[in-house]
Each structure stands twice: as C-alpha cells, then as structure tokens.
C-alpha cells in the first residue's frame, strides 16, 4: 500500500457498500480492506481522496445502511471527506436491477449532511444543486457542476472568496477547460 500511494496526489476509492454481505455477494471480495485503506489515506498519507459509492436498488441504498457508512466516515476520516453517491443504470451482469432513483440520491445525501459529512453530492444525474459545492462557514455556492461541466467558480487561493474560509482540497483560482469528454467512437 505504501509503495503504490506513495506517487498519488489523489485517488477517488469507491466504497462499494457497506456491509459484508454486499462484498461477498456483489464483489466477490472483503469491506474491510477498503476501510482500513481509507484509514490509511487519511492519517498515513498526504493523498487527497474522495469516496463513490454507486447505490444499487435493494443492495446498498437502505437508510440504515448509509447512515452506518456516513457515521463511520465522520468518525474516522473526519467531515471534510467527500463523498458522491452515484445512480446506478442496469449493465453487464445486473441488467434486472432497476435505475437508482433519484429521491434515493437525494436521501443518501441528506442523510450524509446530517451526520455531518460537509462535502456530499449526488452523480450520473442532472441536478445542480446536489452536484455543486458550497461554503461550509458561509453556504455560498463555491463550485456549481452539473454532470462534468462547470459553471460558477467561487474560489481564490484555495478559499471561499465570499467568507476566506479555507476549503480542503486541491484547487486552482480558475476552473480548468476539460468539462464533458463523451466522444463517439466508431468501431468496425
């Protein structure tokens, strides 16, 4: 772990669900790797890291489920972790599984705000005011998004200009140029 983190400045980690069962089942694989990495990240490592976390309909999207996730991320990582709930569409292996529906986005964000995570957003959804970033001290619009492209830019040498409250994470004092990316690819 040492070895690989060691050339990140960031990471995005996926917390895939958070119960055993969902690892086993769905991931063929183990939770406990992935919060001890967490674990690490924040208080072994410089490396800036965000948590996803695809809510799949009937699999990891219960209330008592993200309000275990979002308690444990504020008691170990702290409230300056953020965290992007993402909607699932059917895909691959799981085209049986409904889309997320956006009402549980928006109670996974709900429930991360009120455990006190500052920084919870909603992803693969047009909603802007879930998707963007606010002022933990003064609640103004810092960051807005919609999908991948930005639009307002509220922020100056790593602060809030409104407030000067110094925002976690790693900014420049203007938005970069790369917004939405899908391209066509044609194969033969």
């Not at 691959?92 to 997320?100: A, G």
């Not at 409250?165 to 790369?178: A, H, L, M, R």
Request: glycine letters at 6%.
């Amino acid at each position: 772990r040492a070895e690989f983190f060691k050339y990140m400045d960031a990471a995005n980690i996926d917390l895939k669900g958070f119960t055993e069962r969902f690892y086993k089942k769905i991931c063929l694989s183990e939770l406990a790797p992935v919060l001890e990495t967490l674990i690490y990240l924040k208080h072994e490592t410089s490396v800036w890291f965000e948590i996803t976390t695809l809510l799949i309909p009937g699999e990891n999207d219960s209330e008592k489920e993200l309000n275990e996730m979002t308690e444990w991320i504020v008691e170990k990582l702290g409230t300056d972790v953020p965290i992007h709930f993402s909607a699932f569409h059917p895909d691959f292996k799981m085209q049986d599984i409904p889309r997320t529906p956006h009402s549980t986005l928006i109670m996974a964000r709900d429930i991360a705000l009120k455990n006190g995570i500052q920084y919870a957003y909603v992803g693969n959804v047009h909603d802007f005011d879930r998707e963007s970033s606010y002022c933990p001290n003064c609640n103004e619009l810092l960051i807005g998004r919609d999908w991948y492209v930005l639009s307002d830019w509220n922020m100056k040498n790593g602060s809030c200009k409104y407030c000067q409250t110094k925002i976690p994470g790693v900014f420049e004092d203007s938005p970069g140029t790369w917004g939405s990316k899908r391209m066509r690819v044609k194969m033969s």
